[in-house]
């Protein structure tokens, strides 16, 4: 195994006068641990972590240069043996498998299933219903005063969204959305009752993020399969069950993988992205009082929200042989780490990193994956989402403030503000 270097040798870097253990998902309660990334990017941007759930430990990368240089070379650092932290075994692994797990060609054949509905000029069709969408939801919501906003607006619209390019039926949306929290959240008490690294999970690791709501995801997937193989429409689903480019359909599991990655992955990261979005509004009011009076500006500061929130804070790869790298030694097997959310305030890529401002440029921000096959597939309907969500928010408050505690997920995975207690007056 990897030597530890000195500088990580308890797992943990300080912030101030605090140590804190980036692997620990309680840290990230209290917010993302910049403190820790950055000296980590300035002293030892390929670091060894050893892991308290009896994992065989990691190598983070934290350097933007590095992890765009590693998340490219596929070939080095796969994604075949697992995209997180969490260690499966064969059996698990192919249980578990997307195309988040495949490498080229594999991973190519089957992404071509999908590209065709979120490609920038498909996804650009969707923004008549989008904002629509948007309208009816702030109308609704904006006049009762007091809301929370990660609840009422930033979950709302993706979720209905989603439902839709689905085909569900739009009283399962809530059913949906609720079973995507408890994987993707699968460290809160909040969203699931079996908390993957307090509660014994076992009987479930061979379903996705090791929860119970994959079994009855994967239920609900095969009725809505069955029904679009007796009549095929123009949503998603028809295109995840049409042949692939070698005439072959999917297999029923990879069927049910795809789906329940879609229902998880398609809600929360943009929830999260536009809560936290709209916090770093309100916490630099010149950069909201800008943007109120330069609408024109919102495509620049959603790219800046972006970078700024990072949902998905890391991806996992592992090394298939031996590559030194500043000095380190990653041996054939480790897992090795790479911290989007830490390259996105790397201050080599963005001078004064930790100043929002919603004109940078460039922002070559990693909240999608920049380099390499993986990039997020749903990456410009992401961005509609937001700016139209944003441009409708703006053009009808008078001011906002926060009037309750932030409270933020626990994970080390994903971050996410999920309540953000606000209180609106109209224009």
Not at 66 to 86: A, H, W, Y
Not at 365 to 394: D, K, N, Q, S
Request: proline share 5%.
């Amino acid at each position: 195994m990897t030597t530890m270097p000195p500088a990580a040798t308890a797992s943990a870097m300080v912030l101030g006068d605090r140590w804190l253990d980036i692997t620990d998902p309680d840290v990230y309660r209290s917010g993302v641990p910049h403190g820790t990334f950055d000296r980590l990017r300035r002293e030892d941007p390929v670091s060894w972590w050893d892991e308290h759930d009896g994992g065989r430990g990691f190598w983070s990368i934290t350097r933007y240069r590095d992890i765009i240089d590693l998340n490219r070379d596929f070939k080095t650092f796969t994604s075949r043996q697992g995209i997180r932290l969490e260690e499966m075994d064969d059996e698990a692994l192919e249980a578990r498998k997307t195309m988040m797990e495949m490498d080229p060609p594999e991973h190519t054949r089957l992404r071509r299933l999908l590209q065709g509905g979120f490609t920038r000029r498909m996804v650009a069709s969707y923004e008549t219903a989008i904002r629509a969408l948007a309208t009816e939801l702030l109308d609704d919501v904006l006049r009762r005063g007091r809301i929370d906003f990660t609840v009422d607006v930033a979950r709302q619209l993706p979720l209905r969204m989603l439902g839709r390019l689905l085909g569900a039926p739009q009283e399962d949306y809530d059913w949906l959305v609720a079973h995507g929290d408890a994987m993707i959240g699968n460290a809160d008490p909040e969203f699931t009752t079996h908390v993957v690294d307090q509660s014994d999970t076992e009987q479930f690791r061979l379903m996705p993020f090791r929860s119970p709501s994959g079994i009855e995801l994967f239920e609900y997937a095969q009725r809505l399969a069955d029904a679009r193989r007796a009549a095929p429409t123009d949503d998603v689903v028809s295109q995840m069950l049409a042949p692939t480019m070698d005439g072959e359909p999917l297999t029923d599991l990879e069927f049910n993988n795809f789906f329940t990655l879609m229902v998880a992955a398609g809600n929360d990261t943009t929830r999260y992205s536009m809560a936290a979005g709209l916090l770093a509004l309100l916490d630099h009011p010149d950069q909201l009082e800008r943007l109120q009076e330069h609408p024109e500006m919102m495509g620049s500061a959603v790219e800046e929200m972006l970078r700024w929130s990072s949902v998905t804070m890391h991806f996992r790869r592992t090394a298939t042989h031996d590559v030194d790298l500043h000095g380190r030694t990653i041996k054939a097997g480790d897992k090795v780490v790479l911290w989007w959310i830490s390259g996105d305030f790397d201050e080599a890529q963005f001078p004064d990193p930790f100043r929002f401002d919603i004109a940078r440029e460039p922002n070559d921000h990693l909240a999608f994956g920049r380099g390499g096959p993986h990039r997020c597939i749903g990456e410009w309907l992401a961005r509609l989402e937001m700016r139209v969500t944003m441009e409708e928010l703006l053009s009808r408050l008078a001011s906002a403030r926060v009037v309750g505690p932030v409270e933020r997920l626990r994970s080390n995975f994903i971050s996410g503000i999920k309540h953000l207690p606000i209180e609106v007056s109209l224009r």
